[in-house]
T-cell receptor, first 117, second 114 residues
Framework: AQKITQTQPGMFVQEKEAVTLDCTYDTSDPSYGLFWYKQPSSGEMIFLIYQGSYDQQNATEGRYSLNFQKARKSANLVISASQLGDSAMYFCAMREGYGGSQGNLIFGKGTKLSVKP | NAGVTQTPKFQVLKTGQSMTLQCAQDMNHNSMYWYRQDPGMGLRLIYYSASEGTTDKGEVPNGYNVSRLNKREFSLRLESAAPSQTSVYFC?????????????FGDGTRLSIL
């Protein structure tokens, strides 16, 4: 079973509008972390935002916020006021626990976001 | 302001040839990682080094070897390249493996095996 599921292979959004990218995860570990990365067409991986399983509040970083719904095991990325430069692949990733084989990141397959002018 | 540096950026190999991908970080991170990215697959972990002197297999280690040369450098070796190893390879580092600190990635190496 996939640990990280991103159900939207591709999405379009109008410039200046908000967009939500979906991510669901599967773990039985009470301690885990969720990350979002952006990969523009140039290929580099850019860290956007992090949410820990024990964090009480949803994480925010500028125009990025993470809609964390623990009971539903979802960690959706919300981008407000989309810009043309937001066009990229977006990857959700999870780190389970801290020890042994845990502690490594498991990535979803990504969502390609296209921002229309 | 280098962060994680990978060399080379592009490489074409013939089946059966060997090569080493180099990675160095200047952030004094303890943990380093090698991933491969294939179309539609996201990133998959090949090997990681939780700290200097240790290395462990990730999800897809077959056909690869690694060396943690020192705290800064972590290399990935293909002993006998196969077309199935055509991919984009990313090196990453983080302060510690199990922390909430993000992994920082290099720009990737695009490897084609004919």
């Amino acid at each position: 079973a996939q640990k990280i599921t991103q159900t939207q292979p591709g999405m379009f959004v109008q410039e200046k509008e908000a967009v939500t990218l979906d991510c669901t995860y599967d773990t039985s570990d009470p301690s885990y972390g969720l990350f979002w990365y952006k990969q523009p067409s140039s290929g580099e991986m850019i860290f956007l935002i992090y949410q820990g399983s024990y964090d009480q509040q949803n994480a925010t970083e500028g125009r990025y916020s993470l809609n964390f719904q623990k009971a539903r095991k979802s960690a959706n990325l919300v981008i407000s006021a989309s810009q043309l430069g937001d066009s990229a692949m977006y990857f959700c990733a999870m780190r389970e626990g801290y020890g042994g084989s845990q502690g490594n990141l498991i990535f979803g397959k990504g969502t390609k976001l296209s921002v229309k002018p | 302001n280098a962060g994680v540096t990978q060399t080379p950026k592009f490489q074409v190999l013939k089946t059966g040839q060997s090569m080493t991908l180099q990675c160095a970080q200047d952030m004094n991170h303890n943990s380093m990682y090698w991933y491969r990215q294939d179309p539609g697959m996201g990133l998959r972990l090949i090997y990681y080094s939780a700290s200097e002197g240790t290395t462990d297999k990730g999800e897809v280690p077959n056909g690869y070897n690694v060396s943690r040369l020192n705290k800064r450098e972590f290399s990935l070796r293909l002993e006998s390249a196969a077309p199935s190893q055509t991919s984009v390879y990313f090196c990453a580092s983080s302060p510690y493996r199990g922390s909430g600190q993000p992994q920082h990635f290099g720009d990737g190496t695009r490897l084609s095996i004919l």
